[in-house]
């Protein structure tokens, strides 16, 4: 069965160093990968995508991905983390339906941020 | 436009009561999804719509339930007989196309608590 995992719950980072969350996918075909952000009493917002050519997606908010099929990985990176950019982090599978997308959310990665 | 909107943002009633939900997505997407949020996951896909036609529905999805999208436009998600378990974020998107890679809009959810 399709699945993401996020094996961090909570990160906790100083304003200015470095990110990378974790995020796993099991699905048979070639995934559709996306990273979304939601903030408090927002909807989620998509920061990136992968669904072929260059391994290294580029995203909003100096974002930035990998996608490394032998790992069944897809980690979200920022060289410089701003006060900001506390949220809860989203990876996300598409799995292709006959007649639609399913989206199959992980669990989500808490992230903190402190001055 | 302004993106996808949900009313209300939030709703407080008690178990046994009905409640019912707004999304009105991009005016030109013709998909909509509705999804459910619960504390510390990600959204949990619930159904779909094309245009007017709701083509799948999740088994999360109780005879509870229902979803409508009259006229291909807003939808409307209700609950009857609210349990306490159906406290929850309830996400609504839109898309224009499906293909895999493209991307779901989402609305700012409407909170449910059943008391």
């Known amino acids: 069965a399709q699945s993401v995992t996020q094996p961090d719950i909570h990160i906790t980072v100083s304003e200015g160093a470095s990110l990378e969350l974790r995020c796993n996918y099991s699905?048979?075909?070639?995934?559709?990968l996306f990273w979304y952000v939601q903030s408090p009493g927002q909807g989620l917002q998509l920061l990136l995508k992968y669904f072929s050519g260059d391994t290294l997606v580029q995203g909003i908010k100096g974002f930035e991905a990998e996608f490394k099929r032998s790992q069944s990985s897809f980690n979200l990176r920022k060289p410089s983390v701003h006060w900001s950019d506390a949220a809860e982090y989203f990876c996300?599978?598409?799995?292709?339906?006959?007649?639609?997308?399913?989206?199959?959310f992980g669990p989500g990665t808490s992230l903190s941020v402190i001055p | 436009d302004t993106g996808v909107s949900q009313d209300p943002r939030h709703k407080i009633t008690k178990r046994g009561q009905n409640v019912t939900f707004r999304c009105d997505p991009i005016?030109?997407?013709?998909?909509l999804y509705w999804y459910r949020q619960t504390l510390g996951q990600g959204p949990e896909f619930l159904t779909y719509?094309?245009?007017?036609?709701?083509l799948e529905k999740s088994r999360l999805l109780s005879d509870r339930f229902s979803a409508e999208r009259p006229k291909g436009s807003f939808s409307t998600l209700e609950i009857q007989r609210t349990e306490q378990g159906d406290s929850a974020m309830y996400l609504c998107?839109?898309?224009?196309w499906g293909g895999g890679e493209n991307e779901q809009y989402f609305g700012p959810g409407t909170r449910l608590t059943v008391t």
């Open positions: 998107a839109s898309s224009s």
């Open positions: 719509f094309q245009n007017e036609a709701q």
């Open positions: 996300a599978v598409v799995v292709m339906k006959t007649s639609y997308d399913k989206v199959i």
């Open positions: 005016s030109e997407h013709n998909r």
């Open positions: 699905y048979g075909a070639t995934p559709y």
